[in-house]
């Protein structure tokens, strides 16, 4: 078993430890249950504006191509496409929770799930980076 193998077997587990983390971290930092947040706050808006670009992006290379294969599918035997599925779609759907509801809990589980986003990214990007200074073509 390579390198990518073994990421690709750990990422759906380190990513559901992740999310289950900044559910515990919202529902004992969110503070009072009944304060509201004030949506229209430029704080608020930019991390809903975020959530909804990243959102957007993953679900764009999803459905172009997935992530550095050639095609994807709901039956990728890598299960790195469905686990952002997923995930970007949790985000999007705890955005408009906050616009319903407009409980803390959401607000600090949406920064949360924004860290997560953050930490995603890069390291798709470094992969990425890696992928291209490491790759040598064979030659026929």
Known sequence: MDLFQTLALGFPIVFALLVVASLLHA?????KWDAEVQIFRPRVIIVCLVHLLFGGAAYWHLITGGWLATAYSWHDPDDINLVLAVFEALCVIAVMALVAVRKRFVYKLLVDLLIIQIISCTVFLLLVLW?????????F
């Open 131 to 139: 992928v291209v200074l490491t790759w040598k073509p064979k030659m």
């Open 27 to 31: 529902w004992f930092a969110g503070g």
